[in-house]
T-cell receptor
């Protein structure tokens, strides 16, 4: 079953603009991760935010987590054409024997030069 | 260089012909996992392994087998491939299941 769901499914912006992607999930989590995938290639880890954190930064990336709403957002500031890729959130379940990292379906970001 | 390797990268086969996709990591990771990626469905986990000789089913295990005899290797076996197993397959590894996962380059499989 899909734990994380990204929104929107696709986003097209101009270079220099900011891009915001959202992720919603259903059950309590330990951590939430964001990954990036260039067309047909392996996923690359961007950032991990723990359930007791509310915001995290890495370069031009800003991730927020709202556990009360079971949602997270990824903001890419001052976007570049090279940011064109699919972005996925991934969540792990809290407790129990569920040792899985579950990915959403992704947001396809297109940054136009 | 720390990496996850998969072989083959591309494979075209026919229904029913057994095949194995290999996966190897050089980071001494305990956790390894196989995913398939299909358009509109995102990544779905097939099997995962917490450590040597410990494997468990993911969300879509039907038609697949795995083994974890050594820490570095986690092969994916399709005993009798069918066309609905045509997909892009990724192997990944991490220190623990909730940490950053390192992905292989992918194996594009076509079953005719």
């Amino acid at each position: 079953s899909q734990q994380g769901e990204e929104d929107p499914q696709a986003l097209s912006i101009q270079e220099g603009e900011n891009a915001t992607m959202n992720c919603s999930y259903k059950t309590s989590i330990n951590n939430l991760q964001w990954y990036r995938q260039n067309s047909g290639r392996g996923l690359v880890h961007l950032i991990l935010i723990r359930s007791n954190e509310r915001e995290k930064h890495s370069g031009r990336l800003r991730v927020t987590l709202d556990t009360s709403k079971k949602s997270s957002s990824l903001l890419i500031t001052a976007s570049r054409a090279a940011d064109t890729a699919s972005y996925f959130c991934a969540t792990d379940a809290e407790g129990g024997s569920n040792y899985k990292l579950t990915f959403g379906k992704g947001t396809l970001l297109t940054v136009n030069p | 260089e720390a990496q996850v390797t998969q072989n083959p990268r591309y494979l075209i086969t026919v229904t029913g012909k057994k095949l194995t996709v290999t996966c190897s990591q050089n980071m001494n990771h305990e956790y390894m996992s196989w995913y398939r990626q299909d358009p509109g469905l995102g990544l779905r986990q097939i099997y995962y392994s917490m450590n040597v000789e410990v494997t468990d089913k993911g969300d879509v295990p039907e038609g697949y087998k795995v083994s974890r005899k050594e820490k570095r290797n986690f092969p994916l076996i399709l005993e009798s491939p069918s066309p609905n197993q045509t997909s892009l397959y990724f192997c990944a590894s991490s220190g623990t299941y909730y940490n950053e996962q390192f992905f292989g380059p992918g194996t594009r499989l076509t079953v005719l």
